[in-house]
């Protein structure tokens, strides 16, 4: 499968929009009618997400309840009649959403342009697309991931791919903090982050941890806010006490 790309060229010394077909290996005849069709209805889809968020208010909000709304909409990234696994792998499938986006539903430093949106930015159509940081945010409930309190620490998770692999990781997380009555400063969230990446590791030291039990897991998370010092003093008595609690 592929997706409609569209991009200028000069021609005879004009400027024209030429509307190629971006896919993996060879693109058949089938996989262009596909582009097209996705083509129209990312068209559609993104004129009536705009609408939508609007008119539930997410356009105000604080920028990770934003995302949010906006992730939970690109749920239609998982329809495989419409988008091919491929191409959310390789990322073309968020530079063909960006063609159709409104600019509020992108970064402010997007800029408008006659064949899409754009930033600039090399992380575009990659798997660190604003879009795909959108896209897997929205895969959860609100409940479950207001706790990381900001946007910011959103894409620090992402950024920690271990983190991110083990599905037992968030919740365990989500609890911990929780457990404190406040969220965690970007400081205090980025070195909670950085401490749980010497387990849950990507590189060099990577390890599978499928068959680490859910207590083990949790003792890990546990040592690690502990150790960077954000469980600790007196004013974190109490969730001390509720963790050991539900520990024991």
């Known amino acids: 499968m592929a997706v409609i790309i569209r991009k200028k060229v000069i021609i005879n010394g004009k400027e024209i929009i030429m509307t190629p077909v971006l896919g993996e290996g060879k693109v058949s005849r089938e996989d262009i009618e596909k582009a097209k069709k996705l083509d129209k209805y990312l068209e559609q889809k993104m004129k009536q997400t705009f609408k939508e ?16 709304a906006l992730g939970r909409k690109l749920s239609f990234v998982d329809d495989r009649s419409l988008v091919n ?50 896209y897997q945010c929205g895969k959860y409930n609100w409940k479950d991931i ?5 946007w910011f620490n959103w894409i620090t998770l992402m950024e920690s791919p271990g983190l991110m692999r ?33 387990f849950f590791s990507t590189k060099g030291e990577y390890r599978d941890t499928s068959d680490i039990k859910d207590a083990e897991i949790r003792k890990i998370i546990i040592k690690s806010v502990k150790e960077v010092g954000i469980l600790g003093g007196s004013k ?7 963790l050991r609690t539900k520990q024991g």
């Open 53 to 68: 968020i609007k008119g539930g208010g997410c356009l105000d909000m604080k920028a990770l309840r934003k995302w949010h």
């Open 166 to 198: 083990d599905p037992r990781v968030i919740p365990f997380m989500k609890e911990i903090v929780n457990s404190l009555g406040h969220l965690l400063s970007k400081k205090e969230f980025r070195v909670f982050a950085k401490s749980l990446r010497k």
């Open 85 to 134: 696994t491929e191409d959310v792998k390789n990322g073309y499938i968020w530079l063909a959403i960006r063609q159709h986006c409104p600019l509020e539903l992108l970064p402010k430093s997007t800029k408008k342009t006659d064949i899409g949106a754009t930033t600039g930015a090399r992380r575009e159509g990659k798997k660190y697309d604003h879009l795909h940081y959108c």
């Open 146 to 150: 207001s706790w990381v309190g900001d």
């Open 236 to 242: 974190t008595k109490k969730s001390k006490n509720q």
